[in-house]
């Protein structure tokens, strides 16, 4: 079975702070993805970064990068310098590999005050 | 490119009445996905499909049915609506590398069951 929490219901952050946002995972596949989702109140779903079970480096994608440790089964997204764009829903992803299938977290408000 | 494309944008039943949400994605995409998203919460798994012809239940399968007669069309079925299925449903569609990995996500559709 998958299972993805996200433990911070919401956050608020002053601007050019950086934010950790907590995501812990368990799945019993060998090899698995983690994502992380931002959901601005438009309601659109916007990728922000990709790790496979089986990377060496945390992935990175421009302020955004993703502390993995696979020990642990945690997730956390980074994001360093906060913008008041920033200002969003969060959610963590897990795809196992037995499956396929790809479930969410509950997700994290995130507010960044000026 | 269109992406992923949802039809109806918006819709509202009467309890016990049926309809049909449209998927299509235009990428050659193999995985499918149908999630809903309640107010304030993430997004839960109804159904998904690994390949034409293939579907699979998710978290949340219970008064939906599924059909990917084709490659590039994803339907969720609604056999007799209720109350309990208001909700904002997303169709997402995902490309998978050795490397990487992004779901890509429809602009979803509002449904109300009154």
């Known amino acids: 079975a998958q299972k993805i929490t996200q433990t911070q219901p919401g956050m608020f952050v002053q601007e050019k702070e950086a934010v950790t946002l907590d995501c812990t995972y368990d799945?019993?596949?060998?090899?698995?993805?983690l994502f992380w989702y931002k959901q601005p109140s438009s309601g659109e779903m916007i990728f922000l970064i990709y790790?496979?079970?089986?990377?060496?480096q945390n992935a990175t994608e421009g302020r955004y990068s993703l502390n993995f440790q696979k020990a642990r089964k945690s997730a956390n997204l980074v994001i360093s310098a906060s913008q008041l764009g920033d200002s969003a829903m969060y959610f963590c992803?897990?795809?196992?590999?037995?499956?396929?299938?790809?479930?969410f977290g509950s997700g994290t408000r995130l507010s960044i005050r000026p | 490119n269109a992406g992923v494309t949802q039809t109806p944008k918006f819709r509202v039943l009467k309890t016990g009445q049926s309809m049909t949400l449209l998927c299509a994605q235009d990428m050659n995409h193999e995985y499918m996905y149908w999630y809903r998203q309640d107010p304030g919460m993430g997004l839960r798994l109804i159904h998904y499909s690994v390949g034409e012809g293939t579907t699979a239940k998710g978290e949340v399968p219970d008064g939906y049915n599924v059909s990917r007669l084709k490659k590039q069309n994803f339907l969720l079925g609604l056999e007799s609506a209720a109350p309990s299925q208001t909700s904002v449903y997303f169709c997402a569609s995902s490309v998978r590398t050795t490397e990487n990995e992004k779901l890509f996500f429809g602009s979803g559709t509002q449904l109300s069951v009154l």
């Open positions: 799945t019993s596949d060998p090899s698995y993805g």
């Open positions: 992803a897990l795809r196992g590999s037995s499956a396929s299938k790809i479930i």
């Open positions: 790790q496979g079970s089986y990377d060496q």
